[in-house]
Each structure stands twice: as structure tokens, then as C-alpha cells.
């Protein structure tokens, strides 16, 4: 409940918890905006997800160090990959099918705070700024430690008409299948 409290927090997920009130907020941000996030999920264990909203149901974010959001943008708040399927790609196809998503929706702008730290993703409330900048995101407002990052959606419509069949073929393998010997197949005759 990092972004969803309005009281100023430490920048450390968990330490505000409360699981009614993170589905109430949800519930509430779904009925009055649309779906606010992504979550990845293999064999009923979920991997990853990531969250969104405008920064109007978004209250930490007025404590951010380094200033408001944009009231016309998307605010993408948090994004999370469970340790064992970090580093496969997984973080890159969330935020895409976010994006994705909020250019079908018409939004033109979207934002995040970004960490600076590499400190544990784990329970950190920001992205990765390498991350962001990696993906398209330049700063919008600086920061020395947390930057506000934003990502026009206008600069993605050629990208973002061509996503929906890259994201339908695309299948991440998120276990390493176990290496089984080929045998050595010689061609005969040149051919």
C-alpha cells in the first residue's frame, strides 16, 4: 500500500500493508478509470506484475522528492518480478503491454519515479531509472536519487501498431528446459 497511502512513507513496499484496503483501491481506480495494471502468472504462481494510475488516485506521490506528476499523466507506480524470473525479459513485456494498453486508450502521457539505487527490487516502490531509460522514458524532472521519468505515447504509434502481433508470438521461457544430446547428423555427398 506504499502508493496508495497519502501519508509520507519510507520508499520501502511493506511497510504499509493491508490487503482490504489494496482491493478496495483497485476496485475503486477499475470503476472509475479502467484497469490499472498487469500480472504475470505461470502455473498458478504469479511471476510479476506492474501497476498504474493517473496520479490523481495515486496520493504518495504528492511526497515525492522530486515533485508532482503531471495531472494529465499515466503514473506507472510499481513493478515487481518474483527473483527467480528476473533477468528473462519479463519486465520489458509488462511494461510494453502496459504501454500498449494505455496508447489504446488514448493516453498520451505517462510517468514514474525511478530509483537510481541498486538496492533490493524487492521491495522497492520504484522502477530502475537504467531500466526506464533503456526503455524509451527520459527525465522529466530531476532528482538526484528518485527522477521523475516520462514516456511520451504519441513518439510509440508506429511501435504500439505492430506490438499486439509481437506480444501474441511471443512466448518467454521463464524455465530452463533440461539439455537433452543430439546426435551429430553428417550430410553425405556434399549436398
Not at 496520479?55 to 506507472?76: C, E, K, T, W, Y
Not at 524509451?136 to 505492430?162: I, Y
Not at 524455465?175 to 543430439?182: D, E, G, I, K
Request: charged residues 20%; glycine residues 8%; contains cysteine.
Amino acid at each position: 500500500m506504499f502508493w496508495e497511502s497519502a501519508e509520507p512513507l519510507p520508499f520501502e513496499c511493506g511497510s504499509a500493508c493491508d490487503p482490504d484496503l489494496a482491493r478496495s483501491w483497485v476496485d475503486h481506480v477499475t470503476t472509475e478509470w479502467g484497469d490499472c495494471g498487469r500480472i504475470v502468472v505461470e502455473d498458478g504462481k504469479a511471476l510479476g506484475f506492474i501497476e498504474y494510475a493517473p496520479a490523481g488516485f495515486v496520493p504518495q506521490s504528492r511526497n515525492m522528492p522530486a515533485g508532482l506528476p503531471s495531472d494529465a499523466a499515466v503514473l506507472i507506480t510499481c513493478m515487481h518480478i518474483t527473483p527467480d524470473a528476473r533477468q528473462r525479459g519479463l519486465g520489458k513485456v509488462l511494461l510494453q503491454a502496459a504501454l500498449r494498453e494505455l496508447a489504446s486508450r488514448g493516453e498520451r502521457t505517462v510517468q514514474a519515479y525511478a530509483t537510481v539505487q541498486h538496492g533490493s527490487w524487492d521491495t522497492s516502490p520504484m522502477i530502475g531509472m537504467e531500466f526506464l531509460l533503456r526503455m524509451g522514458f527520459t527525465v522529466a524532472r530531476p532528482h538526484p536519487s528518485m527522477p521523475l521519468m516520462q514516456l511520451d505515447l504519441k513518439s510509440l504509434a508506429a511501435w504500439t501498431e505492430n506490438l499486439e502481433s509481437v506480444l501474441e508470438s511471443l512466448r518467454i521461457p521463464l524455465r530452463v528446459p533440461a539439455h537433452t544430446p543430439m546426435p551429430n547428423i553428417q550430410r553425405r555427398g556434399g549436398s
